[in-house]
């Protein structure tokens, strides 16, 4: 009875210590063909994280598939894809689990192409460690070198600078040292302090598990040993409670909590937070858990507040120390990392994803670009897959923020495509740009309604799109004379006539395009709220800009007409012969012809000027109006 309930007693003990042992979160990248997936295998596999359907699966895949001969090929562990395993390298990023009796390991895996550089961003958005591995037949690449930096950019403090297959190189000390040499250079640029650099072969287990007798001249820890003992907690920063709220928790009358995870800081049932951002304060009355109330809740935490006021508090809020709360802003410097196939556009609009909170967004200016191999700032006015930038953004509502180096959670955001709703791109913040605190709504007391009443009319404005050549200014213009005719107050705003005075610094690329569309939106937008009908007589090719115009109006004000004339059509109608330069070369980036046109998903009017006259188009959109 004794030994079995020493037995019982051992068993609690051991799985007491794997419940309270740490988690450390850490990414390998680098180069291709570096040994990252080889490196990882031979961990799970030494730290018998495998069960035996897996050893029995990796040796006959090794046998199949491997580079090893008759050994075991450990880098099959992560291989997963079969592309991947086809070609030998690493596509997705690949996230495995292991343990020791010091530490629980969340390890990914990150591909080594630049193609796929926003999958390696990915991985490293939630890691505390980096292992960046360098073969030491190489030394370092300009993929290590990009590896680094977004390392630096997203905030990860620890670096294991792993040389790779000394094996291959004799072991020799002078190749180790030259290399740890050039990287501490670089990782002095970038700002990274702590690196640790180990020599190592993971194919026969080097300094991998324990020091090898290979390198007797290196006297520091090994790669377990180090990733054990690391200590990534994080000095500095906010040390306020900060509380993003995910879920409004109201099961019956009698409760109303707010879900959320604890993001920085510790919270006590008594202390005094602030809901932002509103800026209403209240004191936390209970911490509510699945477990039951606790005493405290620390960063990492996922429980329910309750309070002792009744505010008005949603997803997407945040509860903050009321001693220390963070700013809100609406305007931001911020680093972007672009993951979309189409470039971002400065002015095209996007959805932001700060914490739990989602608004509009756009890059109002790329103040530079990125060389992520040499660090050198670069003139753009776009960006491209994978590229950098440092740019200005602009948001449509304000939200509590802190610098990303201070606290990720509320410093780190996605954009989204609103179209597609793809992640097209990740970020972190800098600051404020504090000018826009400066700046407020000014009081009119004749507001719009009373510009309108007194003309006799409803506000509106009617955007005309459509193909170079379509008919869009002959129709606006045949609309405009007869609702002159009719007594009502018009404007039109022609694309030709407005590149003469407010938009003649644009040219006609993509980003100029988006640029163009903003201006006369906003303008629309003012003469709108001067009680005007405005006709809008613009090619706006992309649906985004026409979405971004549109919402900047009252539900009704806003009628898209897309005028819909085949591009053949349009052509033999090309008095203006732009058509014809366009197919010779002599205009670049022509709509219809090497410029796309995104025709309307559900436009209030469309017009077919195949089948009717100007005339009877005009009167379509005349009898819309009136109806």
């Not at 309270?20 to 979160?25: H, P, Q, Y």
């Not at 900047?552 to 349009?570: K, Q, S």
């Not at 559900?602 to 379509?620: C, F, I, K, P, Y």
Request: glycine share 8%; net charge negative.
């Amino acid at each position: 009875m004794t030994r079995a309930h020493d037995a019982g007693a051992a068993v609690a003990a051991y799985l007491a210590q794997h419940e309270t042992k740490g988690l450390l979160r850490f990414i390998t990248c680098g180069s291709v063909d570096d040994g990252k997936s080889t490196l990882i295998g031979r961990l799970l596999y030494e730290s018998q994280a495998l069960f035996s359907d897996q050893l029995a699966a990796l040796e006959a895949d090794s046998r199949r598939h491997g580079t090893q001969g008759e050994d075991i090929d450990y880098a099959l562990l992560m291989d997963g894809l079969s592309a991947e395993r086809e070609q030998g390298i690493t596509i997705d990023v690949a996230y495995r689990f292991f343990s020791t009796d010091k530490r629980k390991f969340i390890v990914a895996d990150c591909p080594g192409h630049e193609q796929y550089t926003r999958n390696m961003a990915t991985g490293a958005s939630t890691a505390d460690v980096a292992v960046v591995l360098v073969d030491a037949r190489k030394g370092l690449l300009p993929q290590t070198r990009r590896h680094s930096y977004i390392v630096s950019l997203l905030g990860i403090r620890h670096v294991l600078l792993a040389v790779n297959k000394m094996d291959l190189v004799g072991y020799d000390f002078a190749v180790f040292d030259e290399i740890v040499a050039g990287y501490r250079e670089l990782a002095t640029q970038l700002g990274i302090d702590d690196v640790q650099a180990v020599p190592m072969s993971a194919l026969r287990g080097d300094n991998l598990l324990r020091r090898s007798d290979n390198t007797p001249w290196y006297d520091g820890p090994a790669v377990l040993e180090y990733l054990e003992n690391v200590d990534v907690s994080r000095d500095g920063g906010t040390a306020g409670f900060r509380l993003p709220v995910q879920w409004v928790n109201r099961p019956n009358q009698d409760f109303r909590g707010f879900a959320g995870t604890v993001a920085a800081g510790e919270v006590r049932p008594g202390d005094e937070v602030v809901a932002l951002p509103s800026g209403r304060r209240s004191k936390v009355e209970r911490i509510v858990t699945a477990d039951g109330d606790l005493a405290v809740a620390r960063e990492g935490q996922a429980v329910t507040l309750t309070l002792a006021d009744e505010l008005d508090i949603s997803r997407g809020d945040l509860l903050a120390g009321a001693h220390d709360p963070p700013q809100v802003a609406d305007q931001f410097a911020a680093h972007v990392l672009w993951m979309g196939e189409q470039p971002l556009l400065p002015g095209r609009p996007y959805w932001l994803k700060i914490g739990t909170r989602t608004v509009s967004a756009s890059v109002t200016e790329i103040k530079h670009k990125i060389d992520v191999n040499t660090q050198e700032a670069l003139a753009a006015k776009h960006l491209e897959l994978n590229e950098v930038g440092y740019c200005n953004l602009y948001l449509d509502h304000g939200v509590p923020f802190e610098a990303y180096a201070d606290n990720r959670t509320l410093g780190g955001f996605i954009l989204i495509d609103r179209q597609t709703n793809a992640t097209v791109a990740a970020g972190t913040l800098s600051f404020a740009l504090r000018r826009a605190g400066n700046i407020h709504w000014q009081h009119l007391d004749v507001d719009k309604a009373a510009r309108a009443r007194i003309k006799g009319q409803k506000p509106r404005v009617l955007w005309f799109t459509g193909l170079s050549g379509s008919g869009k200014s002959t129709i606006a213009n045949l609309v405009d004379k007869r609702l002159h005719a009719m007594g009502f107050h018009t404007f039109i705003l022609d694309g030709d006539n407005v590149r003469h005075g407010l938009n003649k610094d644009l040219g006609f690329t993509d980003e100029d395009r988006v640029e163009n569309i903003r201006r006369v939106a906003e303008v629309a937008k003012l003469m709108s709220d001067a009680g005007l009908i405005v006709l809008v007589s613009f090619i706006s090719p992309f649906r985004a800009e026409r979405q971004m115009a549109r919402e900047l109006f009252a539900p009704g004000e806003f009628v898209e007409v897309f005028v819909d004339t085949p591009l053949a059509v349009a052509e033999q109608r090309d008095v203006k012969g732009l058509y014809a330069k366009a197919r010779a070369g002599q205009l670049r980036n022509f709509t219809g012809i090497d410029s796309p046109y995104e025709a309307p998903d559900a436009a209030e009017l469309q017009l077919d000027t195949v089948g009717e006259s100007a005339e009877r188009l005009a009167q379509q959109v005349i009898d819309y109006l009136v109806d």
